[in-house]
Structure formats: C-alpha cells, structure tokens
C-alpha cells in the first residue's frame, strides 16, 4: 500500500514559480514510477511529467517541456514538479500519482493517486 499526499499549490502570477511536493508512505514507495496529472475545471485529468523508480528517466507532456522538472529523493520518499514560467492555462488541480509499471502510470492507470493540490495562475 502507497499513500501520496501533495502539498506546494497555490495562488500566482503568470511567469512566477512553484514548487509541488508529493509525500509517499509506505515501505516500497521508492519502487515505484511517480508521476504527476492535472486537472483543470470542467476538462480531463491529463498527464502532466512522470519519472522513474532510479530518479534517471524522466518525461514531460508537450505542454510543460521546458518549464516543469520532476525529481526525486527517495531517502525522503518525496517527489517534486519545479514549475517555471506558469500561465494562466497551467490552472488546474495537480494529482501526484505512482505505480510499479511507468507505461501504465503514463497511460493515466496508476495503482495510487495522491488528493491532489490547486495551483491557480492569475494575475
């Protein structure tokens, strides 16, 4: 059993930075592919960057390459998306999610999903 909780959202401007943290418990957590998804009002939840078990693969939705990097540290079992250059379009409820299989968390069908943190990005 994994648990994800998620933390870093928030309210600012176009162009300002934030940093989301994902919090996994669970002794095999460090296992685990990690990703994150987003969901902005009245659309889809859709990937958004996943990175593998090792911390050494990483991959970004079109959208966000460039500006988002996620990372690791699994001595502290936490994962993170450093967001730069935000836009307003980049709203929405960001869900940190995890399985075994990467190919599985990319196609949207993780095995755990975190509650999610709202990041708004108005000016």
């Known amino acids: 059993q994994v648990q994800l909780v998620e933390s870093g959202g928030g309210l600012v401007q176009p162009g300002d930075s934030l940093r989301l943290s994902c919090a996994a418990s669970g002794r095999t957590a460090r296992n685990y592919a990690m990703g994150w998804f987003r969901q902005a009002s009245g659309k889809d939840r859709e990937f958004v960057a996943r990175?593998?078990?090792?911390?050494?693969?990483?991959y970004y939705a079109d959208s966000v390459k460039g500006r988002f990097t996620i990372s690791r540290d699994n001595r502290k079992n936490t994962v993170y998306l450093q967001m730069n250059s935000l836009k307003p379009e980049d709203t929405a409820s960001y869900y940190c999610?995890?399985?075994?299989?990467?190919?599985?968390?990319?196609?949207?069908?993780?095995?755990?999903w975190g509650q999610g943190t709202q990041v708004t990005v108005s000016s």
């Open positions: 999610a995890a399985d075994l299989n990467a190919a599985d968390l990319v196609a949207g069908r993780p095995h755990y």
């Open positions: 990175i593998s078990w090792s911390g050494d693969s990483t």
